[in-house]
């Protein structure tokens, strides 16, 4: 048998599964005959009606003469007395004697005759008949078990079938798809009472490529080949979609490994393609089937069972691909909040203040240092004004550059100054960053507050030692020019005044002056060469912290004395010797004791010096109840030739020295002090051997 043939045939044998399909549905009688009369005169240019007497009397007519409805309904004219004839005699009548009437044909179930089909003209032609007659089968059939109900072998296999179809639909659950595919395709061998059967897939993405699985003898699968599909019945089943039966396997379109079992000799092989819409999925192979797919009760179960299939597949798939999507949905949603809050950790772990502002100056990010400066949480923030909430004020801030940056899309930067508590304050520097989208005026604004008063500061530092640096270079210089002449001077003074008769008084007073002044100069620049360090050699020695000061104190002693300035000292006995060159160290307790005695402007002077050891650190603190240092000129102290002394009574030397000698001994010197309160230095002097 030709494939194509059997398209056709399938077709009726399709129709007639419907009619049998629509007539065993639960529904009042009338309904059935209505729906399966519909079915079977579909693409039929008659009309039609049925008459029943049997289980109940039933007229249902289908584009009839409206008379046929009206002769039935009183039971007179040449139709009722035709239907009985035919009823009484359980044949067809052919040819009646009414230009209406087609035929009549009994509907009877073996010997039992249980009412009529009647069809419009032209009368039927005899080939034509036993076709009718098939169609005509699921009436009686169903009419038979309404009016009898016991089951034919055929009857069982249809409950069967939607018994399996009921326990799939209960107890199957994604993730078992193979075997419940399986137990379809087992369903299905069973019903058409089959040697074997098989299943066979395509790859959704590469259709010419298939798998196909063999069932064992349970209900699982027992082998599974990959194919390229080439010609074959089951690609010709695939392509046509249409069911595709081949009796022997010398059929031309028959494939070796496609279509056969190689352990299996085929005689019959039913290939049934699973569509649905446009998708075909697969193709459904019964090997040797028993049973004949013309029975429209067998062919209406196995269509039944390999629609299910179909749907179940679909119904699969679908599913898997929305647990996929959704997996990486999930998978998506966690990468981004991940990064979320990996940008959310960063920005707000930024030590320097940062926040996004709209165009109305609303905030739309702001990290946690900023809120925090604004006493406040991220999430309050949020929303409202950036001046209000941020600069306390009711308006913009007049400085303020974010306008510029919104309509030029610049980066602007400037400086504030706050003021704290005290004389304390912070220098910020601002800076705002446009956010554009392509080619369009900025739509947002980062604005970047950065802490620089340490910066400010250490630049103020660097500009002051590259000062001090030029300073002690060209002072250095002169020093060591005038350093010999110097000597020159003093040395021929002395010599002078031994030379000179002792009544020479007057020159002798003249000749001490110059020898005085000479000192005083040669002083100053053996000063500016410890400065420069160009002289001046440390020589680094053990000595007692303590006992260097008490030296230096009783240099000044008579001073101090006479000015009654009150000495106070709180050293630490208990400490290791320091490393210092001791005629450097003297000369800074020297200095520092002269500053103090010379700041002391009231009666009850007093100079404090503390010692201490801690944690490898010398610590000598000189603190005194003088005048102290304007705010003003604490910045240049330790700048050379800087004094606030009269002419001639200091040279602003003592506490450049002072930091030259302390840096040597890598140190740190620190003044503080309140004008009117007096000064406190603070010198740290590390513990370090030195070899
Ligand atoms: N303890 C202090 N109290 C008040 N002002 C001080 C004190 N120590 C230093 N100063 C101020 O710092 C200035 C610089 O001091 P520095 O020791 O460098 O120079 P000088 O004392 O003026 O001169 P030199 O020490 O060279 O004789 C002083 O002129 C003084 O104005
Ligand atoms: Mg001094």
């Known amino acids: 048998m030709q494939p194509e043939n059997l398209s056709v045939e399938f ?72 239907i009985q004839k035919s009823i009484r005699s359980g044949e067809a009548i052919l040819q009646p004697p009414n230009n209406e009437i087609g035929a009549i044909l009994p509907i009877q179930q073996e010997e039992e005759v249980l009412g009529a089909l009647i069809l419009t003209t032209p009368p039927l032609a005899d080939d034509e008949i036993p076709l009718w007659k098939q169609r005509i089968q699921p009436f009686a059939r169903m009419l038979a078990n309404d009016h009898r109900p016991n089951f034919t072998e055929a009857d069982r296999l249809i409950l069967q079938v939607h018994q399996f179809l009921n326990e799939i639909h209960l107890n199957s659950s994604a993730g078992e798809v193979y075997q419940v595919t399986a137990q379809f395709t087992a ?81 019959n092989l039913i290939c049934a393609p699973l569509t649905t819409g446009e998708t075909t999925l697969g193709v459904l192979q019964i090997i040797n089937p028993q049973r004949d797919l013309k029975n429209p009760l067998v062919h209406s179960a196995f269509i039944l069972l390999v629609n299910s299939l179909t749907n179940w597949i679909i119904k699969e798939q679908t599913a898997t691909r929305l647990k996929i999507t959704s997996a990486e949905m999930e998978a998506r949603l966690w990468e981004i909040t991940k990064s979320r809050n990996t940008l959310r950790t960063l920005f707000d772990s930024i030590p320097s203040s940062i926040y996004i502002i709209d165009r109305s100056y609303r905030i739309v990010a702001i990290n946690m240092p900023r809120s925090q400066r604004a006493h406040s949480d991220p999430r309050q923030l949020v929303g409202k004004k950036c001046y209000e909430v941020l600069y306390n004020r009711g308006e913009i801030c007049p400085e303020c550059r974010v306008m510029e ?64 640096a030029a300073v002690g270079q060209l002072a250095a210089g002169i020093a060591h020019e005038i350093n010999n002449p110097l000597a020159a001077i003093i040395a021929n003074t002395q010599l002078l005044k031994r030379e000179l008769l002792n009544d020479s008084a007057d020159f002798m007073e003249t000749l001490q002056l110059i020898e005085t002044a000479g000192l005083r100069a040669a002083n100053v620049v053996s000063g500016l060469l410890g400065i420069s360090r160009k002289e001046n050699k440390y020589e680094f020695e053990p000595l007692s912290l303590n006992e260097s000061i008490r030296a230096a104190l009783a240099l000044v002693h008579h001073d101090l004395i006479r000015r009654s300035i009150e000495v106070v000292t709180d050293f630490q006995e208990e400490m290791p010797s320091l490393m210092a060159s001791k005629n450097h160290l ?106």
Request: net charge negative; aromatic share 6%; charged share 25%.
């Open 11 to 82: 077709a009726v044998w399709e129709n007639i599964a419907k009619i049998y399909e629509a007539l065993s549905t639960p529904a009042p009688l009338e309904d059935r005959l209505r729906k399966g009369l519909n079915l079977l005169m579909q693409n039929q240019q008659r009309g039609a009606a049925i008459w029943l007497e049997s289980p109940e009397p039933q007229w249902v007519s289908l584009n009839c003469p409206l008379s046929w409805d009206q002769q039935v309904h009183l039971q007179s004219g040449t139709l009722p007395a035709l």
């Open 187 to 267: 369903a299905a061998r069973d019903l058409m009472n089959a040697d074997d059967a098989a299943l066979l897939l395509t790859d959704s993405a590469n259709p010419h490529l298939a798998i196909k699985r063999r069932l064992g003898v349970g209900r699982m699968w027992s082998g599974q080949i990959s194919l390229r599909l080439e010609d074959s019945l089951t690609r010709h089943a695939l392509e046509s979609r249409q069911i595709v039966q081949a009796k022997h396997n010398s059929h031309p379109l028959f494939h070796s490994e496609i279509d056969r079992f190689p352990d299996l000799p085929i005689e």
């Open 405 to 468: 940056t919104f309509t030029q899309a610049v980066t602007t930067t400037r400086s504030v100054h706050e003021w704290l508590e005290g004389d304390r304050f912070i220098d910020w520097e601002i800076t705002t960053y446009p956010i554009q989208e392509k080619n369009n005026l900025p739509h947002q604004v980062i604005i970047f507050e950065q802490d620089v008063t340490e910066k400010r500061s250490l630049e103020a530092n660097l500009i002051q030692s590259e000062k001090m």
């Open 586 to 691: 003297q000369s800074i307790w020297i200095n520092l004791l002269v500053n103090s005695m010379d700041a002391m402007d009231k009666d009850n002077g007093r100079i404090a010096i503390t010692t201490r050891y801690a944690e490898h650190n010398f610590t000598i603190i000189f603190e005194d109840n003088g005048k102290g240092i304007p705010s003003e000129y604490l910045s240049r102290i330790f700048e050379p030739f800087f004094t606030t002394k009269a002419a001639g009574r200091g040279t602003g030397l003592g506490l450049a020295i002072t930091q030259r000698v302390v840096k040597e001994h890598q140190g740190d010197i620190r003044i503080e002090s309140q004008p009117g309160q007096g000064v406190k230095i603070t010198i740290t002097l590390p513990d370090i051997p030195r070899g």
